[in-house]
């Protein structure tokens, strides 16, 4: 056997352990989600991608993954304030994974020491909702508003250019204002009875 061959062989086997390697690393995925705990802010959600598993004959086979339970939430937030949605079980999102275990942060917030030295585990994840599949794009989103709406689309609240706020609610829908109401400048529109 030639040195080329030799140094070949060393080169691809060293590739392999790398890539062995890198199918253990977790990090992102799409998931469901199966369960939801607002007091926690905590979900259980199914990874949407099966796992491929080695057999002792050297062959492969799919798996569906084990469920990721108390996966903290991440809501869009800053300033004092927070955007949240109330999730329920189907949704989809996007779970991605800690480079460092994330324990004793999650639990005492701070600057903490990791409890184990893993590294982008499925048990580090933190899960992001609104990552959509293909089935589940939202029909007709607006190209010059900024909305918070349903998904449906019959209800919304948008910010367009020009200052124009637009509030939508489908009749016999209902627009609540708690506290006191100040409108400077005119009141326009037509009434339409019930």
Avoid at 137 to 147: A, C, D, H, K
């Amino acid at each position: 056997m030639s040195q080329l061959e030799r140094a070949n062989d060393f080169e691809a086997s060293l590739k392999a352990v790398i890539r062995s390697e890198l199918l253990l690393l977790q990090t992102s995925c799409p998931v469901q989600v199966v369960s939801y705990d607002p007091l926690s802010m905590t979900a259980t959600v199914q990874p949407l991608i099966r796992a491929r598993v080695p057999l002792p004959d050297g062959t492969h086979i799919m798996v569906k993954p084990q469920l990721l339970v108390t996966v903290p939430v991440i809501f869009q937030s800053g300033g004092g304030f927070t955007l949240t949605f109330p999730i329920k079980p189907n949704d989809e999102g996007v779970c991605i994974f800690s480079s460092r275990a994330i324990d004793l942060w999650w639990l005492q917030g701070g600057i903490q020491n990791p409890v184990e030295f893993r590294i982008h585990s499925a048990d580090d994840g933190f899960l992001m909702v609104g990552a959509r599949s293909k089935p589940n794009v939202l029909p007709n989103i607006s190209t010059t508003e900024v909305q918070l709406r349903s998904d449906d689309g019959l209800t919304s609240i948008g910010m367009g250019p020009l200052g124009a706020i637009n509030i939508v609610a489908p009749l016999p829908g209902l627009v609540t204002i708690t506290g006191n109401l100040l409108v400077t400048g005119t009141i326009t529109g037509v009434v339409v009875a019930p």
